[in-house]
């Protein structure tokens, strides 16, 4: 079959193609490689002391003290915290700021947009450092606000979006049998654009775990600064690399975890599989337009009575 974007290659381009594909993979293998050697290399400090390399045995045999995992277990703790009330915040935010986008009134809807384009433009350590300096609420529900804010935006934006993609005829019928604005979006609109936007709702929950770690610089103890600061600082700079690469690890991880999810929903929404809580959200929606038609069709004056 021809392509219509683009004519299809021949086998000079081809030999050319895999030639530099050949190239960039040594290229990449040699700066990887360039990396390990540098870190495994020993280093000289200021004052003329030699230091094992990054990979040397004697940084490692911190991992054998359970009270370095404690450590860690309380930052990590600390981080899914912080991530958690957030997270349930920022969708509580978005689904308010989706019906507000969407609203039939002007001056609820025109001043959301203003509150919006704040909200998307104002860095998170900002808005963090904002909070904390002017409401003085702590480093912890400094993050948290600020994470939910921020997050709560870009998520009510996808619902407003998912809602404004759906055929209007989903609406015209929950009008047409008797629901309201608002049930007809709680009802029938709001499931279905949940469902369609839910993979990258899990996907902005990513960012927002990832955005935790700017807590950091407003002294809350998450992942980040309890392994770097806090237990470099007691154990000593010698173990700062393995507490760091231990955060990464920990951080990276997750990440990918939750990445998998959002690949995992994409998938079943694709294939037409509702979620458990949004199936269930949507069979009593179609139950409650079943029986409603059923009244309005009933034969002999049933829809007047």
């Known amino acids: 079959m021809t392509n219509v974007l683009y004519d299809v290659p021949g086998p000079k381009a081809r030999?050319?193609?895999?030639?530099?594909?050949?190239?960039?993979?040594?290229?990449?293998?040699?700066?990887?490689?360039?990396?390990?050697?540098?870190?495994?290399?020993?280093?000289?400090?200021?004052?003329?002391?030699?230091?094992?390399?990054?990979?040397?045995?004697?940084?490692?045999?911190?991992?054998?003290?359970?009270?370095?995992?404690?450590?860690?277990?309380?930052?990590?703790?600390?981080?899914?915290?912080?991530?958690?009330?957030?997270?349930?915040?920022?969708?509580?935010?978005?689904v308010l700021i989706s019906f507000a986008r969407t609203s039939r009134t002007a001056w609820i809807r025109f001043p959301m947009v203003v509150v919006l384009?704040?909200?998307?433009?104002?860095?998170?350590?900002?808005m963090m450092l904002f909070i904390l300096l002017i409401f003085s609420t702590g480093a912890y529900w400094a993050g948290v606000v600020a994470l939910a804010l921020y997050n709560g935006a870009i998520i009510g934006e996808a619902?407003?979006?998912?809602?404004?993609?759906?055929?209007r005829g989903q609406r015209e019928a929950g009008l047409a049998i008797g629901l309201g604005h608002v049930r007809t979006r709680l009802s029938i609109e709001f499931p279905q654009a949940f469902r369609q936007m839910l993979p990258i709702i899990v996907a902005q929950l990513v960012v927002l775990l990832k955005d935790?770690?700017?807590?950091?610089?407003?002294?809350?103890p998450e992942l980040l600064r309890t392994t770097t600061v806090y237990m470099a600082n007691y154990y000593g700079s010698k173990y700062l690399f393995t507490l760091?690469?231990?955060?990464?690890?920990?951080?990276?991880?997750?990440?990918?975890?939750?990445?998998?999810?959002?690949?995992?929903?994409?998938?079943?929404?694709?294939?037409?599989?509702?979620?458990?809580?949004?199936?269930?959200?949507?069979r009593r929606a179609e139950r409650r337009l079943a029986k409603r038609s059923e009244v309005i069709l009933e034969p002999g004056g049933g829809a007047a009575s």
């Open 244 to 282: 760091f690469f231990v955060a990464f690890a920990i951080y990276l991880t997750m990440n990918l975890l939750l990445s998998w999810l959002a690949r995992v929903i994409a998938r079943r929404v694709q294939q037409g599989r509702i979620p458990p809580g949004s199936s269930r959200i949507s």
């Open 159 to 167: 619902l407003r979006a998912g809602i404004a993609s759906l055929p």
């Open 212 to 220: 935790t770690s700017l807590a950091y610089v407003i002294g809350y």
């Open 15 to 94: 030999r050319l193609s895999r030639i530099m594909s050949i190239v960039g993979l040594v290229v990449i293998a040699l700066g990887f490689a360039a990396v390990i050697l540098a870190l495994a290399a020993p280093r000289v400090t200021a004052n003329g002391t030699e230091l094992p390399g990054m990979f040397d045995p004697s940084r490692w045999d911190i991992l054998g003290d359970r009270a370095v995992w404690r450590g860690i277990a309380d930052g990590l703790w600390n981080t899914l915290a912080m991530a958690g009330v957030a997270a349930v915040g920022a969708l509580l935010l978005g």
């Open 117 to 126: 384009e704040f909200l998307r433009g104002m860095p998170v350590l900002l």
